[in-house]
């Protein structure tokens, strides 16, 4: 592994430049590098994204109990009759391979010696079977610094950490050159600034793979860490790419409510186990009462939308500032052996799980929609992929089940590396520099601060849980003034990873907002006031950019 500090030239050449450094990007990355050099960027360090926040674990079918065919029945059914049916046979029957994979790199899963296969297997909301395996309620940190010990050790990976990705560089952006016809555009690189220097760097790479997860940072309140902006399905939308099913926002049921805990998730495992959702002191005359068979047969074991429309139903109807999930009735010992991180966590903030319940409410966690890919993470633009949550290869549906995501990441990350190992290396044309001769310091960050509050604030309020016509409309509204305004910001001042990030995010929430106008029913994790019935055929929402 080489450092971007050894690479100071503004232009440098890669066969593969893979944008994000989550369970999907290292995965592309370890699969690719004993053939290809290959960049990682990464918009802080290797462990600041989405899959080092992953509590709960990765499905798989690990238990002859279990069947390919039950774990594709139950994500059909969480992904309300959308789910790719092609798409989601191909990643659940490649599943044990994945995790196997994970086992050999030494990820330190929890062992239960009692298993056919040696590990603690967990059941999680929507499975109709133990199959979650995991690293106690750690699963995501424990497989990313297992890789990213890999990776760094790796002679044909180079890292540029602290680098926000910019815009992707096509073929039709290459100026005034003979084209061959009416030829597709094709993808041969990116524009990325150091954010430590301010310096832009031309990476030129044969193959680019969006890998940057997803888009909660668009709502004021998530699980998501902050580099969650929705960076590559922005940049892909700008490139000419399709994007589907933006509508479908999964909000997490179970986010820690505290002042001082941000986006702290607790694990849909806490549930799995025996965990019970309760209302609050607040609520009167119904405090410490049970809620969820009111609103589902499943209880507490209903799907994510559910169960997070209950909660929000509750918090509404009562005037609430959260609910409480109690899982005090279990033995402490075994509480602290399965929960060490939540324990830890809460206890810090001055709550003992063993003995009271944990306050919670829902947040925006998981983007179900994203760039429209194949199976192997190609897209509409040669030479670009799209992996992880970054990517719709129609797995998830309108509502992703449980621990299918990290998944995704293995399995189609393992495809998207053999896919460009499979083709001869043919390079890439001369890129120009990055031109910034026009351009000038920004005299008002002010400008930056506020319209990023405003825009997660009013897609909070407008496009959140439950939905209306009119707040969609609002919404959108408003998304075209900041458009506006970050455009013109754009072009005449010099670029920051808050600019940028912003960006991306006004794009996507544009994105989100016109999927759900365009649905024009309730289906999953989209439910609108004004169409609260479900259509009888499902169908994929699609928006097509206008090619500039």
Known sequence: ????????????????????????????????????????????????????????????????????????????????????????????????????????????????????????????????????????????????????????AHPNI??????????????????????????????????????????????????????????????????????????????????????????FIQFHPTCLYHPYAKSFLITEAIRGEGGVLKLPPEAGAAAGQRFMLAHDPRAELAPRDVVARAIDFEIKKRGLDYVHLDISHKPADWLIEHFPTIYARCLELGIDITKEPIPIVPAAHYTCGGVVTDLVGRTDLPGLYAVGET????????????????????????????????????GTPYLPDWDESRVTDADEEVVIAHNWDELRRFMWNYVGIVRTTKRLERAQHRIALLKEEIDEYYRNFRITADLLELRNLVDVAGLIVNSALQRRESRGLHFSRDYPETLPKALPSILTPNRR
């Open 1 to 152: 592994m080489s450092s971007y500090r050894e690479n100071l030239s503004h232009n440098m050449k890669f066969d593969v430049a893979i944008v994000g450094s989550g369970l999907a990007g290292l995965s592309v990355a370890l699969h690719l590098a004993e053939t290809r050099k290959v960049a990682i960027i990464s918009k802080r360090q290797l462990l600041d994204g989405a899959s080092n926040w992953a509590q709960g674990g990765i499905a798989a079918v690990l238990d002859s109990g279990d069947s390919h065919e039950q774990h594709i029945a139950d994500t059909l059914v969480a992904g309300g009759g959308l789910c790719d049916v092609g798409a989601t046979r191909f990643i659940v029957e490649h599943g044990r391979e994945a995790i196997e994979w994970l086992i050999e790199q030494g990820v330190p899963f929890t062992r239960d010696t009692s298993a056919e296969l040696g590990f603690h297997l967990t059941r999680e909301g929507g499975h109709s079977q133990r199959r979650i395996i995991h690293a106690a309620d750690a699963t995501g940190h424990a497989v990313q610094v297992t890789l990213e010990s890999k990776v760094r």
């Open 158 to 247: 180079s890292l540029f950490e602290h680098h926000c990705a910019i815009d992707l560089i096509t073929s039709d952006k290459l100026g005034p050159r003979p084209h061959h016809g009416n030829a597709q555009p094709k993808c041969h690189g990116l524009y990325v600034q150091d954010t430590e220097t301010g310096q832009v760097h031309t990476v030129a790479a044969e193959h680019t793979v969006m890998c940057t997860g997803g888009a909660g940072k668009v709502y004021l309140y998530t699980t998501n860490p902050d580099t969650a902006s929705g960076d590559g399905i922005a940049m892909a939308w700008r490139a000419g790419c399709r994007v589907s099913n933006m509508e």
């Open 391 to 426: 990517a719709c290869t129609g797995l998830h549906g309108a509502n992703r089940l449980a621990s299918n995501s990290l998944l995704e990441c293995v399995v189609v990350g393992r495809a998207c590396a053999q896919d460009i190992v499979s083709q001869e290396k043919n």
